[in-house]
Every structure is written in structure tokens, then in C-alpha cells.
């Protein structure tokens, strides 16, 4: 079984800067890719950034050039650097990750959630 802990969330001002951590622990055959997701009070969950495990990346258009996604493949950890953040980012960010279990299962796993205010 496969856990996410993410870490780093806070409250901070319009413009200044956060890293989020998510570390994954437990067994699998394989993480592929892992990501970073938000969801605002009254909205929709939505994608803002994820990587694979060759480190290509991808971003929602309204972070692109603000945030940086990073991952250790060795430590098993993705990270999520929040530069310029606007009250817009305001939301719970979930770390997210594809699995292969050791019984070759795909499977999604889920973090707890870490909240992100940022005050004007």
C-alpha cells in the first residue's frame, strides 16, 4: 500500500512564494506519474501541474511560469515551488500519484490535502 503525506501548505501574501512536499511511502512495482492538484471552496478539483518519471512536465495554464513541479525519484517525493501566488491559488492542493502495485495494478493514490491561503 502506497501513502502520500504532503507538507508545506500555509498562509501567505499576494507574491510571495511556498513549496509543497509530498513524500510516498509503502511498496509498489512502480510510481509513474505524480502531481499536484487544487480545490477551491464551491469548485471543481483541477489539475495544476504533474510530472513523470522521466521528468517531463506539464501545467494548467494559470500557473505556467509561476510554479515549478520537481521530483526525487530516489526519495520518492515531488515537490511543487509557488512563486507569485495570487489569491486565485487560494485552495487545497492534493498530491496525487499513478501506481503499479506489485500484483501489476494500476491504481490512483490520493493525499491528504494541504492548505494554501493567500491574503491580499
Known amino acids: 500500500q502506497v501513502h502520500l503525506v504532503e507538507s508545506g501548505g500555509g498562509l501567505v501574501q499576494v507574491g510571495g512564494s511556498l513549496r509543497l512536499s509530498c513524500i510516498s511511502s509503502g511498496i509498489a512495482r512502480s510510481i509513474n506519474t505524480m502531481g499536484w492538484y487544487r480545490q477551491a471552496p464551491g469548485q471543481q478539483r483541477e489539475l495544476v501541474a504533474d510530472?513523470?518519471?522521466?521528468?517531463?512536465?506539464n501545467y494548467a495554464d494559470s500557473v505556467k511560469g509561476r510554479f515549478t513541479i520537481s521530483r526525487d525519484n530516489y526519495r520518492n517525493t515531488v515537490y511543487l515551488q509557488m512563486n507569485s501566488l495570487k489569491p486565485d491559488d487560494t485552495a487545497v492542493y492534493y498530491c496525487n500519484a499513478a501506481i503499479r502495485t506489485l500484483t501489476n495494478r494500476d491504481l490512483e493514490v490520493w493525499g491528504q490535502g494541504t492548505l494554501v491561503t493567500v491574503s491580499s
Open positions: 510530472i513523470t518519471s522521466g521528468r517531463s512536465t
